[in-house]
């Protein structure tokens, strides 16, 4: 029997497969996809875009009370859910590394995790979401029915990465994402605000060596065997 929100949250690193896995239980499970990491990318994306110093606080204030984040289901033939801020699609530009490191700033910052969470709380209102991100099991939504951690190596989780920028016609140099990942690791787990961590009743899975078809098969018996 379901106890708690009928929400599902997928934590876990950057690279770690979270967006594609959370796409596809979503749409077994006929729930709704909330990218969560999208939201601070946005944020990270008009900081840059208006000039706002990440320290000025008034700046910042400011930003998070005009801005309109809108996430829409990715385009055809795409993975990414398309986002727009104030009415304009940016998600494509949101999806770079050097975007992902300012991400992991930006979320550090209690306003805008505080704004954000708030948000995402609203969204999740009633249920039947599936919620991907870094604290969305222990911070957004602690009282989720069903709760994941996926993870995987760091080189595994670059080559991922690699991979599908090439697929997109870019050139990627491994070590260096590698690098960046690495970074983003440690920049996640050791803010203060809302660390990057498993939930104490999360189930973490190592996606290292399974496919994603594996890993949604897994979660969605989880789940059903307590629907």
């Known amino acids: 029997m379901c106890k708690g929100l009928r929400i599902v949250t997928i934590d876990g690193p950057s690279g770690g ?25 946005a944020v990270a994306y008009q900081c ?33 859910v398309r986002v727009l801020i104030d009415g304009k ?12 490191l300012l991400a992991s700033q930006v979320s550090a910052l209690p306003l805008v995790r ?12 009633s249920g039947r979401i599936v919620a991907e991100g870094r604290d969305t099991g222990t911070v957004v939504f602690p009282q989720a029915a069903w709760k994941f951690f996926l993870d995987a190596s760091p080189e595994i989780r670059a080559h991922r990465r690699a991979e599908q920028l090439r697929g997109k016609g870019e050139e990627v140099d491994e070590q260096q994402l ?5 970074k983003r690791d440690k920049d996640d ?21 399974l496919p994603v078809e594996e890993v949604v098969r897994l979660m969605h018996e989880k789940i059903l065997a307590s629907f």
Do not use: C
């Open 178 to 182: 590698l690098a960046q990942i690495v």
């Open 114 to 125: 505080k704004t954000l969470t708030r948000l995402q709380q609203k969204i999740g209102e």
């Open 48 to 80: 840059r875009e208006k000039g706002v110093e990440l320290a000025n606080s008034e700046q910042l204030a400011a930003l998070l009370q005009t801005i309109q984040i809108e996430l829409l289901p990715p385009a055809a033939g795409e993975d990414d």
């Open 89 to 100: 699609e940016v998600g494509a530009l949101l999806r770079t590394q050097e975007m992902g």
């Open 189 to 209: 787990r050791e803010r203060t605000i809302a660390p990057l961590k498993a939930a104490p009743d999360a189930l973490t899975i190592d996606s290292t060596g």
């Open 17 to 41: 497969g979270k967006s594609t896995v959370s796409r596809a239980l979503a749409a077994r499970l006929h729930f709704t996809y909330l990218d969560t990491g999208a939201m601070y990318r």
